[in-house]
Each structure stands twice: as C-alpha cells, then as structure tokens.
C-alpha cells in the first residue's frame, strides 16, 4: 500500500518516463506559467513574506520576486540555445565522425529550499529543474509557513501537476524524502543538514547540489580615498548586512576587517547610515525584516550573553523578543575565541575586527572555512589581485555587496564546507542536466590494425595513430618507417 | 606503507591525517599553483611513461596477462595523449573567464576564475590500474592541487610499480602513492578532503560518497553498468562484429567500465550475427582461444568464480552457443557467447565484467530501448545501424553516459568529449579540459567601481523605489525614465 507520498513520486517518475517533460514547447509553457504566477500574485507574495519575516514589498520586490521575474526572463529568452547539442572537435584519425555533447534531463529531482528567502531560493532551482525538462518535487521550509503554504496552494494552480508538486510538512517529512530514490537532490540550508543530505544521497548514488553557507567577512580598505567613496562603502556595508533579511542570508557580510586607525571612522559611518535607513532606535526600527522564529531569535540573543561579547557592543544591542526583532548592533573586537566569531551569524550582528595591516585580513580569512562570498572594498589592484589569489570563497565582489546575486552570467555556489555546485542563469540548467557524450562513426573506412592478432606492425600503428603522427603514418604505411 | 609486510609501520588513521596534514601544508606554500610546478610534473610523467615503459608493460601482464599492445595503447599512449593535451592547453585552461555583466549591475566587470581545490585524493581501479590511476592525476596536477593517490591493490604489481614511478619522477611533497587495501583506504576515507574521484563499482561508491558527506567533499563517480550494443540488420556485418569483439574481448578481455555487456538484436538476425562472431573471433584468437596472447585473463579467482557463477546458472547454461571453456588455473575464460538468455538471469542482471557475451532477442529493433530503459543508467550505449530514424531515437531516449553509434568505445579517446556516468553509472566526468574543470573551482569574481550608486537599493523603502526597481530588473531603459519621471506604477 503506498503512501500518498509514495504515490506522488511514482507520478513524476511516470510523467518523466512517458516523456512529458521533454519538448521544449512544455518547458517553455510551464515557465511562462510561472512568470504569470508571480505577476498574477505579488500582493499575495509581499503579504506572505511580510507575515514570515517582516519583509517590506520593496525588500520582497529586490529579493525575491524582481530576482525570480529576471531569472525566468532570462531562461526563456536562452532554452533553445541551451537545449542544442554542442559540437566537439573529433581527430582527423577517426573520419568520418561526428562528435557532440547533448543535455538531457536527470529525471525526478527533489528541491529543499530554505525559509529566509523562500520564493527566490525554492522556485530559482525550479526554474533550472524545469529548464533542463524533469519533473520536480519542491519541499519548501516550514519555518517560513505563510510561503510554503502560499506555494503549495498556488502552485498547482498555474503549473502541470503531473509533473511539479510541492510537499508541505517539517524536518520529519524531509527525512522520509531522503530515503527515496532521486536522479537529483538541490539543497540549500545549514551545512550540517547539508550533510545529512549528502549521506542520504549517497546510498542511491544521488549527484547533489549542496548551497551552504559561512562567515562572509567584508574587507574595508576605502575609508581614506574620498568621503563620497567612504560613504557609499558604509551604505552597501549596512545595505549587505542588515537589507537582505535583517542579516539572515548566505551572503550577507557576516563580519567586518578594518585597519584599527580606520575603526572609529567606519563606526561612526555604519551609525548615521544605519540610523537614516532603519531608524533611530528600536521602538522606530522600520525599513527591515524581523527574526523568524523563538529559536533563531534564542540562538542570536546567546550569542550576546558572553560578558565579552557584550562589553564590545559599541551600537545596538537592544532586543524585543515579542516582537522577534533584535535591533542593526556593531560589536567592536570581541574575542576571537568566541561563538559570535566562530560560528555564522545569520543576524543582525555585525563584529568589527580591526588589524594594524589591512593586508592581515588575508590570513584571518583564511584562518577559517572556506566562505560563500569575499567582499572586498579596496582600490588597490595588488591587494585585488592578492585576496583573489591567496583566499578561496565561492565568490569575490569588489566594492560592492550582494548584487553578485542577481549576474546571470556567474555561477552562484560555494567551495569547501560552504558548499558544491552552482547555479543560476545557465549554470541552473546544467546543474540539473547531464551531458550525454554522442559519437557517430562510419562503417569506412576501417583501421585493421586496431584487431588482433596483434603484431609489432600494427603496435607502432596505433602509437602513431595516439600520436596523431598523421605524417608518421604515412611513412609507416609506404614501409619508410620499420616497427 | 602496507600492512601485510613486516617492519613497516601499518598506515593507520592517524598515517592518514599526518599525511593530509603534509600535504595541505605543502599546499600553502602555493607550490602547486605555480604554472611552472604542474608543466614540470606533466612532462616528467610523459619522461616516466618514455624511459618505463617496458616496466610498466611488464606489471600489467603480471597483473592481467594483458597483451602488450593494449598496455601499450589503451594505457600508456592515452595517458600520453592526455599529458600532453593538458600541457598544450593549460595556459588557456588557467586563464580567468571573461563573463557577461547587465543592466542590473552596471556598471561592473566579471569574471570566473580557476582555482584549485586543494588535497584531493584519487582512488582507482585494477582493470586500467595505470591509466585510471594517472590521467586523474594529470587533471588534478593541471588544476594545481596536491594528491593522494591509492591504486588498487587487486593488480599488485602495477600499484607497486606506481609507488616507485611516483616517488621517483614527481614532486613526493605534494604527490603521493598509499598503497594498501580496505583498512588502509578507509584510513583515508576518514580525512577531509577537497574533492575526491573515484573509478570503481557502484557498492564501494556508496560507501566512497557516505565519507564523503561527512566533511561536504565534493566526488566524481566512475562507475560501471551494463553497456548494451543494439544491433540492426541493415549493416556492415562484418566491420560491426570486429568493432565489438574489439570492445569487448579487445578490451581487457571484456573487463572494462565501457566494454559492451549484452548484445539486442531482433530474433530472425540473431543467427546471423553469431556466425558472423564465431568467424571473426577465430580470425582474432585462433582455434584455441585458451591459449592466445591476445587476451588478458581474468584478474582473479574471486573473479572467475563469479563469472562462473553467472555461466552455471540453470537457465542460462544451456544457452551459450560459442565458447564458454574455462581454465580454473590459469584464470582464463575463452569469449564465449549466449544466445537467447531469459531477462530475468543473473547475466542480464549484474554487470558482467568479463568474457561472455549474451545475446537478447527482441521481436523488432525498436524494442531494445524499452529493454535497455528498464535498467539502470549505464556508461555507454552502442548501436549500430544506418537508419537515420533509428539513430535519432536511440540518441534522444537512451539515457546513458556516452554513446556511440556504429562503433564501440572509442568515444574514450576523444578528450573533446566529457567521459562520466549517469544514475548508476556515476556522476561527474573527466577527460581533457573536463579534467581540469574536476579539480578546480570556478570562482565567481565581479568587480564594482563607486560611480552611480542605485539609490533604489536602499533604505527608506519607498512606492517610488518599488517602481523603480521593477523597471531596473525589467531592463527597460524607457521603463526606467519613466519611473524617475513618476510616471509608472509602484
């Protein structure tokens, strides 16, 4: 007797096996299916985003819905080009033959998105999962239960049902997923249930893509070029750590390297501009998310209670626990032995570490895990080109915070423990592709030396032939060359 | 380092992790990615296949009585090939990739930029136990990382052979040999490593991946399944049996990831075909196949007996119509073949990995692809016909990890094509620039100036800015003129 879950599964592997998923014209319909969901359900989406996590529209808008209108945009605009087969070179010594590389789809992939943006990061891989033509079950995160509900409803409203369906449900419906088989699974969230995942997939040899996170430190070397460049530094400083999700992203700036003759100078910048953007103080916090959940709110406000911690607030600190908002804090120094320094932050908690050279945030990055992004505000090319690389991270921005996000044209994904794989723009299609190698040969004409029995002649053949000696060959074959 | 042999030290755990905690030190010192360190390494590998050839040769055959032409080319002259692709190309491979920026960002500059990924560690397999342990490595030195390499200890003589050659031509500081076998690979397992590719079967991968998980390393999976050869009758009868006697037999005497398994041909052809292989396998191995050079034995007698065991199977026994003689001493089976074997024998169900070849009738040839659909994902798909029709639907419904149309395996030799799996048959793949690609990461780089800062972006969230925004992310130029006029809706 199968479970319903059972059942829907079976449904997408039926679907994906009678080849409903494959033409381009089902593609490109279910993605312009869920280009009219967004449009048709923005008020619907900002109110569900608002209830979640506080997100104003314009933050929601910036996020999460302009971010996913781009990316189907985009898709549609590309699928014929992707979806052709690539020509590959084939040797002289096998003519005539033609070699390419064609994408197919996996087949029933499994999507687990996260719940601080959960549009973009559960329908972005959908819109790769479908791109590339299979069918898709997406598990949104229960954290954010105004969303999931909002997909599980309105999803099978616009798209083909046989083929996407969403599953409602918490961690214990997550585990019985995982014991499934997938041709793909598309995570992103915690690197330790990252790991769970992996250990999952492992026993059906499922490929994964893991979207992890870490500690996105911010290199400031700007602050002594002009006032204009050492403001626009500070606004993006703030606009990338408390804009997306009060601090609750993969990519936020999770801490800050300064030179400590630069630390007051930044202080007092990060102040005035925190204060023009969110408020004076927390009873007039607006302009930004809330902490989602108890939980989430307990681990940040822990993360404080160190007498240490606490003693390096220099703005901030403030917490409304009825209300789940904790207000922009600046913590000048704290130790770095710390849990605020060794663990992600995912809040609104920014530590400043200040070195006597700025050139030392080298070493510190280094000193942990591999990040998901580097910022570095710096005009100096040397030191450009030293942090690109001495340090590895799934990517570096230069002057800027967060915008990375929404190129196209890069891979979005981490390396080490902040994650593998990668995807948006086309990278979303390959991530959820595999690329089939096709070789077409002739009947003629035949290389007889490549059957036994086997004689020296036909080994300095084949020798020359790996060689590509075509000259060689030639030689050989007139007898000037003797094996 | 192994521990069957006295007096030397047992490589345990912790051998494993002061030997990963070397190798990230010497890859610190930025050694390995320097240009001038992985060109040095690639061509002293092209040196060490030069001078040691005829040792090389030599550990193969005490390994698999492998013929030496097939040492010579499938093994040694492919991994030349492969070193000096990878030296000719790396400069290029190395450099940054310019990558397109919009209107979103403007203005910026990108760029994706390789970088190696650190200590990797390469496990291998016995049946290539030279090519599949160093083209690997030819990737991962052109990438730039530091490796752990541990070959199999089923083919002894060339995993000896690899620990010496290793020591002696490469960098030992960054590029190492553990020999050894489960307790010595699972000491490695436990450490943290940066990537790991592994060439083996599906049970051992699983339990490669589920180590894997513990420390999110990224794997490539080169595993096996069973490559299915559809033969049509509208065809060169004689030049398609010799291309897939020389993909079988040919190839390590049917013991390769690659090598057609089953043979699917429709039933009024069948006899036809098996005539045709009866001629041209005599033409190849003589009357007396036990007795050939020509073909490597079976690896081993754990290997024989499950070989064997799949020929002695009832419903299967009575069906071999060439061959099937077998020589328990010499761990050699003659090419055998059956015809007509139930679908549901033990021979159509495991790989087989050895000397016999089943023969599956099918009413019409459009039938294969349900059969070769109702199993697992495999390496290769073959087929052979001149039917255009047919090809393109062999090409769109086979889901395997390469394909070949008229021909068998060759598309290994072709670097301009990704070689890996699907499914069962594995994830990831390799070969030429793919190799490269495997042992990098492809770090994303977007470069930003201080000019036209968008105000939009930030706070205080106004209806203004929203509209604005829609029009930025809409990449319309009018659009946006016309929210800054206040023309457009929030």
Redesign the interface.
């Known amino acids: 007797m199968l479970s319903s879950m059972e059942k829907s599964i079976a449904e997408l592997r039926e679907t994906f096996?009678n080849g409903g998923t494959?033409s381009i014209s089902w593609r490109k319909s279910q993605l312009k299916a869920l280009l009219q969901l967004i449009n048709q359900n923005e008020d619907s989406i900002f109110k569900a985003l608002d209830q979640d996590l506080g997100k104003?529209?314009?933050?929601s808008?910036?996020d999460e819905v302009?971010?996913l209108?781009?990316s189907v945009t985009y898709t549609l605009s590309c699928l014929e080009k992707w979806v052709a087969p690539k020509k590959?070179?084939?040797?002289l010594l096998?003519f005539p033959a033609k070699?390419e590389?064609?994408p197919?789809p996996?087949?029933v992939v499994l999507i687990f998105s996260s719940w601080n943006f959960p549009f973009t990061l559960a329908l972005d891989p959908l819109i790769g999962a479908i791109s590339a033509g299979n069918t898709v079950l997406l598990k949104p995160s229960d954290l954010a239960p105004a969303c999931m509900s909002f997909l599980v409803e309105t999803i099978p409203k616009y798209l083909d049902n046989k083929a996407v369906k969403v599953l409602a449900g918490g961690a214990d419906i997550g585990e019985r997923l995982l014991q499934l088989k997938w041709?793909k699974i598309f995570f992103t969230g915690s690197?330790r249930v990252?790991?769970?995942v992996?250990?999952a997939?492992?026993?059906h040899?499922t490929?994964v893509t893991?979207e992890?996170g870490g500690k996105s430190p911010a290199i400031v070397d700007?602050l002594s070029t002009t006032p204009?460049?050492a403001k626009?530094?500070a606004?993006?400083i703030?606009?990338g750590k408390w804009?997306p999700c009060t601090g609750q992203a993969c990519i936020a700036i999770d801490y800050v390297l300064v030179e400590e003759k630069l630390a007051s100078t930044l202080i007092e910048l990060l102040k005035k501009t925190i204060k023009?953007?969110?408020g004076e103080n927390i009873k007039s916090l607006?302009?930004?998310s809330r902490i989602v959940n108890k939980h989430q709110f307990q681990r940040l406000v822990n993360l404080l209670k160190d007498p240490n911690v606490a003693d390096s607030i220099v703005y901030g600190g403030s917490v409304d626990e009825e209300k789940l908002v904790i207000e922009p804090t600046i913590l000048l120094d704290p130790p770095l032995d710390s849990e605020i320094m060794s663990e992600e932050i995912f809040g609104p908690l920014l530590p400043i570490i200040t070195l006597k050279n700025i050139e030392e945030s080298i070493d510190f990055i280094n000193s942990k895990s591999n990040p998901l992004v580097i910022y570095a505000f710096t005009e100096d090319d040397t030191f450009k080109k030293r942090i690109?690389?001495?340090t590895?991270?799934?990517?570096?921005?230069?002057?800027?915070s967060m915008?990375?996000f929404?190129?196209?044209?890069?891979?979005?994904g981490g390396?080490?423990?902040s994650?593998?794989?990668?995807y948006h723009g086309k990278y979303s299609f390959d991530t959820f592709s595999?690329?089939?190698?096709?070789?077409?040969?002739?009947?003629?004409p035949?290389i007889e030396p490549?059957?036994?029995?086997?004689t020296d002649f036909?080994?300095l053949f084949?020798?020359l032939a790996?060689?590509f000696d075509y000259f060689g060959l030639i030689l050989l074959l007139l007898g000037f060359k003797r094996s | 380092m192994t521990s069957e042999v006295e007096n030397k030290p047992v490589f345990c755990t912790e051998s494993a992790k002061e030997l990963v905690k070397e190798l990230r030190a010497s890859f610190a010192t930025?050694k390995t990615?320097s240009y001038e360190w992985r060109l040095t390494q690639l061509n002293a590998m092209v040196k060490m296949m030069e001078e040691k050839e005829p040792q090389i040769v030599a550990a193969l055959h005490d390994d698999l009585s492998k013929?030496?032409?097939e040492s010579?080319?499938y093994e040694i002259?492919?991994l030349?090939?492969s070193c000096r692709l990878a030296v000719k190309n790396m400069k290029h491979w190395m450099m940054p990739e310019k990558?397109?920026?919009?209107l979103?960002?403007f203005p910026?500059s990108?760029e994706?930029?390789s970088?190696p990924?650190?200590v990797v560690l390469v496990i291998s397999a016995w049946n290539y136990p030279f090519l599949f342990s160093l083209d690997p490595i030819v990737g991962a030195i052109a990438a730039g990382n530091a490796i752990v390499l541990k070959p199999s200890e089923i083919a002894p003589a060339t995993s000896l052979l690899l620990a010496r050659l290793v020591a002696e031509y490469l960098d030992s500081s960054c590029i190492k040999v553990v020999e050894g076998a489960v307790p010595e690979t699972a000491a490695l397992l436990e450490q943290k490593w940066?990537k790991i590719l592994y060439t083996g079967n599906?049970r051992v991968?699983?339990i490669v991946?589920?180590a894997?998980?513990?420390h999110?390393t990224?794997v490539v999976?080169e595993?096996g399944g069973k490559c299915p050869v559809i033969v049509d009758s509208d065809?060169?009868l004689q030049?398609?049996t010799?291309?897939i006697?020389?993909g079988k037999w040919?190839c390590n005497n049917g013991q390769a990831c690659i090598s057609p398994d089953y043979i699917i041909t429709m039933k009024d052809y069948a006899q036809k075909l098996i005539d045709s292989f009866k001629y041209e396998l005599e033409r190849?191995?003589?009357k007396n196949p036990l007795e050939?050079?020509?073909l490597s034995r079976i690896v081993n007698s754990n290997h024989f007996a499950r070989l064997s065991k799949l020929l002695d199977e009832d419903k299967v026994s009575s069906k071999i119509v060439h061959g099937g003689e077998r020589d328990k001493e010499n761990l050699k089976i003659t090419p055998t073949i059956l015809l007509d074997v139930p679908r549901d024998s033990l021979i159509m169900n495991e790989e087989i990995f050895g000397p016999l070849l089943p023969v599956f009738l099918v009413d019409k040839v459009e039938d294969s692809f349900d059969v070769i659909?109702s199993g697992t994902k495999p390496l290769a798909a073959y087929l052979f016909t001149n039917k255009k029709k047919l090809?393109e639907k062999f090409?769109?419904t086979v889901?395997?990890?390469?394909?070949?149309?008229?021909?068998t395996t060759?598309?290994l030799?072709?670097p301009?094509?990704?070689?890996g799996g699907?499914?069962?048959s594995?994830?990831?793949?390799y070969h030429g620039k793919f190799s490269f690609d495997a042992f990098s990461?492809?770090?994303?780089?977007?470069?930003?100036?201080?000019a036209c800062?968008a105000f939009v972006?930030?706070?205080?969230?106004?209806r203004g800015?929203?509209g604005l925004?829609?029009a930025?992310?809409?990449?319309s130029i009018l659009g946006i003129i016309r929210a800054l006029l206040g023309w457009s809706k929030a």
Not at chain 1, 88 to 91: L, Y
């Open positions: 096996k494959k104003s529209p314009v933050e808008y910036r302009g971010v209108k781009k590959a070179e084939v040797p096998f070699a590389v064609m197919q996996l087949g041709d690197p990252g790991r769970l992996m250990a997939a492992a026993k040899l490929p893991l992890l700007t204009s460049k626009v530094t606004k993006r703030v606009g804009g023009r953007f969110y607006k302009n930004i690109l690389s001495e590895s991270s799934g990517t570096v921005t230069f002057n800027d915008v990375q929404l190129c196209d044209s890069l891979p979005f390396v080490g423990q994650g593998f794989g990668r595999h690329e089939k190698s096709i070789m077409h040969r002739g009947f003629y035949e490549r059957y036994p029995p086997w036909k080994l084949l020798k790996y060689q | 930025g990615k013929p030496e032409l010579s080319i002259a492919m030349k090939n990558a397109k920026t919009s979103v960002t910026s990108a994706i930029v970088e990924l650190g940066d599906g991968a699983r991946m589920a894997a998980a513990k999110l990224p999976m595993l065809i060169n030049v398609a010799r291309r006697i020389a040919g190849f191995y003589g050939s050079k020509d659909n090809k090409v769109a889901s395997a990890g390469g394909l070949v149309i008229n021909d060759v598309h030799a072709e301009t094509l990704p070689f699907v499914g069962d594995g994830m990831g793949a990461h492809k770090k994303a780089v977007l470069y930003r100036g201080f800062d972006r930030y706070p205080p969230y106004t800015k929203l925004l829609r930025l992310f809409d990449g």
